[in-house]
């Protein structure tokens, strides 16, 4: 039972690159999410997702795209990275009112 | 909407010491309240939790309390240890389905004990 996990671990892009975040549970949560996190500023929501197929915007959503095909995975797009986007990437799950679940993160860096 | 304020950090302790970690929350309803801490290079691992009122969430030696009548949610342990070094954050759930029981965090407090 890995829990939640995140890949990459770090990545380094030049502005205007995209990638793509991948997140993977095995928990068989409906409820994934993607948060930021930023010094000084807690965990932002940009993205979550209340069950396969579906998806909805959180606090900070502008420059990033979600897509939840799979029960299990929850990807982030950043379509044109830019430098403000360089932060620390945490995916979460949970199940129903349940604690949520916390990935290792993804460090992120936007030259 | 829902917002959840906790005392800036660093807080430097000595080992064996008392912490305190003030948090206090406003939002509609009945909330649940968390208490996650993170350790250097790791996500986020849930501390405790309280889920209604006068409900004490306890775990590792911390303690906390769900407050209503002072929307606090405040941090205790009586004597913290070196390996207790970390970021604290404090959150609320709207517990709505709909909206997915998103939590709301507060900007977190760092905590250095010393030896």
């Known amino acids: 039972n890995a829990g939640v996990t995140q890949t990459p671990k770090f990545r380094v892009l030049k502005t205007g690159q995209s990638m793509t975040l991948l997140c993977a549970q095995d928990m068989n949560h409906e409820y994934m999410y993607w948060y930021r996190q930023d010094p000084g500023m807690g965990l932002r929501l940009i993205h979550y997702s209340v069950g396969e197929g579906t998806t909805a915007k959180g606090e900070v959503p502008d420059g990033y795209n979600v897509s939840r095909l799979k029960k299990q995975n929850f990807l982030l797009g950043l379509e044109s990275a830019a430098p403000s986007q360089t932060s620390v990437y945490f995916c979460a799950s949970s199940y129903s009112h349940n604690e949520q679940f916390f990935g290792p993160g993804t460090r992120l860096t936007v030259l | 909407g829902n917002s959840v304020t906790q005392m800036e950090g660093p807080v430097t302790l000595s080992e064996e010491a008392f912490l305190t970690i003030n948090c206090t929350y406003t939002?509609?309803?009945?909330?649940?309240l968390f208490w996650y801490v993170q350790y250097p290079g790791e996500g986020l691992q849930l501390l405790l939790k309280a889920t209604k009122a006068d409900d004490k969430g306890s775990n590792k030696g911390f303690e906390a309390t769900y407050r209503k009548e002072t929307t606090s949610f405040h941090l205790e342990k009586g004597s913290v240890q070196v390996s207790d070094s970390a970021v604290y954050f404090c959150?609320?759930?709207?517990?709505?389905?709909?909206?997915?029981?998103?939590?709301?965090f507060g900007g977190g407090t760092r905590v250095l004990v010393k030896p």
């Open positions: 959150a609320l759930s709207d517990l709505s389905k709909a909206a997915g029981n998103k939590l709301t």
């Open positions: 939002a509609t309803g009945y909330p649940s």
